[in-house]
C-alpha cells in the first residue's frame, strides 16, 4: 500500500514516523515488530512514498489509534508538494485559532501547554493538521501563538521534529500536530494526559 511520509518526531532516541495511505487518506504511525518505533536514522523521509505492507496493531490505547507494523516495505518516489497532497487527502484541517485543534476539546496548562486530560470525549485520532492565524515564533524550543483578546499568554507548542527549527511559522502554513502517548509524572497528584506537541510544517 502506498504510504506518504509526513512526520518524523523525536521519542528518546528513536523516531515516530508518521504517514497517510495514499488512496484512502487513512493516518498511520509506522512501527516495527514488537511496537517499537524507528531507528534515528531510519530511511523514511517526509515527503517520500513507499509501498508498505502492514498490519494494524491489536493493543491500541485511544486517541493513538494510528499505530500499524510493517512487514515489508520498499521505496517507490519522492513528492514535492506536501502541503497541497495533504490538503486535498480528506484528512481534516483545523483552520484559526489554538481552540480549533482537535475540535476544541484540549485544556490548557498555567504555562500555555494543550493536553487532552481524561479518557472520555475523545478525539477520533491523535494526529492533525492546523493553519493557524497568527505567526509562531520559536521561544526556548517552543513555538508561540501570541496572547491577545481572546488568551491572556501565549499557547506553547514543543517542536518535536527532526526538521531543523525556523524562527517564525508564518499564518497561513499548514502544520502538523500531534498528542504525545499517556503520561504523567510520577511525583504529579494528577491523572494521565496526552500533551499537544508540533511536529512540523509544509511549503516554507
Not at 47 to 60: M, Q, S, T, V, Y
Not at 66 to 89: A, C, P, Q
Amino acid at each position: 500500500m502506498e504510504i506518504l511520509i509526513t512526520s518524523k518526531t523525536h521519542k528518546g532516541k528513536a523516531a515516530c514516523v508518521g504517514g497517510i495511505i495514499v488512496n484512502s487518506g487513512k493516518l498511520v504511525r509506522l512501527l516495527n515488530p514488537g511496537n517499537w518505533d524507528q531507528y534515528a536514522d531510519t530511511d523514511f523521509n517526509i515527503g517520500d512514498i513507499w509501498n508498505i505492507k502492514f498490519e494494524e496493531r491489536e493493543d491500541i490505547e485511544p486517541p493513538h489509534i494510528e499505530d500499524v507494523i510493517i512487514y515489508s516495505k520498499s521505496f517507490i518516489r519522492k513528492i514535492d508538494n506536501i502541503s497541497d497532497f495533504i490538503i486535498n487527502s480528506g484528512v481534516t484541517i483545523f483552520r484559526g485559532s489554538p481552540n480549533k485543534i482537535f475540535n476544541g476539546l484540549l485544556d490548557w496548562t498555567g504555562s500555555g501547554g494543550g493536553y487532552i486530560g481524561g479518557k472520555n470525549n475523545l478525539p477520533p485520532n491523535s494526529v492533525g493538521f492546523w493553519i493557524s492565524d497568527e505567526d509562531l515564533k520559536l521561544s526556548d524550543k517552543h513555538y508561540e501563538y501570541p496572547a491577545h483578546n481572546n488568551y491572556s499568554q501565549p499557547k506553547r507548542f514543543p517542536y518535536v521534529g527532526f526538521k531543523p527549527a525556523v524562527n517564525t511559522i508564518p499564518a497561513g502554513i499548514l502544520i502538523r500536530v500531534s498528542l504525545a502517548r499517556w503520561w504523567k509524572p510520577e511525583d504529579a497528584e494528577i491523572g494521565k494526559r496526552c500533551y499537544l506537541q508540533l511536529s512540523g510544517w509544509y511549503g516554507l
